[in-house]
């Protein structure tokens, strides 16, 4: 059996987690709000929707913030030595 060492094993190990986030996704619903995803997940504040005449933008500046704070104390967590 090989080892997987360094890098390459966080790599591997975030791509299967990315693999089985986006079927857990496409298996339960569309998106926040949908199925069993909580509803103020993407209507944060801070999170910004523009609406006009044919253009619509959404940019998810406080669901950002919040997953990446989120990601950051269980990397925190589970990397400490």
């Known amino acids: 059996m090989p080892t997987f060492n360094g890098p ?6 975030l791509g299967l ?13 569309k998106g926040p709000g949908e199925g069993v995803w909580p509803g103020w ?3 944060l504040p801070g999170d910004l929707f523009i609406k006009r005449d044919r253009v619509t933008v959404y940019i998810p ?11 950051s104390m269980i990397l925190y967590f589970f990397m400490k030595r």
């Open 8 to 13: 390459g094993n966080i790599l591997i190990v």
């Open 61 to 71: 500046l406080g669901t950002c913030i919040l997953v990446s704070f989120v990601g």
């Open 41 to 43: 997940l993407g209507r």
């Open 17 to 29: 987690g990315l693999v089985v986030v986006g079927l857990l996704m496409s298996l339960i619903g």
